[in-house]
């Protein structure tokens, strides 16, 4: 019994896939008469000429600057797009500059009235209700009217 070696047989396979391929040239001889370029792909014959004719090239070139017109309108858009894009963050950084001095403004005015306001508390405690309650209402009235003048 004689030892295979793996080189052994795969060179084996090789040499029946080598003889089986030769067996298949010699049965078909004149491949030319139904293939004019004698060419095969995956085992079936190629029947149509299937080389580039001038039309096609002209044709693919077309194509491609039909990508290219493509390609420059859509490098447009995103240009375009990107130029609205500056324009609205510009547009939205102005608002907020004006709403923040609007903001400013009004709490300098806030502080400025605040500032010039003078509040007393002397009045506040000097009559209690219990002692405003004991008065007449003639005396209570010219007490409200002075103090509405000082208003």
Do not use: C, H, Y
């Amino acid at each position: 019994m004689e030892k295979i070696s793996p080189l052994r047989a795969s060179l084996k396979a090789f040499e029946q896939f080598k003889a089986q391929r030769a067996q298949k040239r010699q049965e078909s001889q004149n491949p030319n008469a139904t293939n004019p370029f004698g060419l095969t792909f995956k085992g079936s014959m190629i029947k149509m000429d299937v080389f580039e004719s001038q039309a096609s090239k002209v044709q693919k070139t077309e194509e491609n600057n039909g990508f290219k017109e493509n390609f420059q309108k859509a490098g447009k858009l995103a240009a375009s797009a990107w130029v609205s894009t500056i324009n609205r963050l510009n547009s939205m950084k102005q608002s907020m500059i004006s709403f923040g001095n609007r903001i400013k403004e009004s709490t300098m005015n806030t502080w400025d009235k605040l500032n010039k306001t003078e509040i007393n508390f002397t009045g506040l405690f000097r009559d209690s209700v219990s002692s405003l309650q004991k008065r007449p209402v003639m005396e209570l009235e010219a007490m409200l009217s002075e103090e509405l003048q000082t208003i």
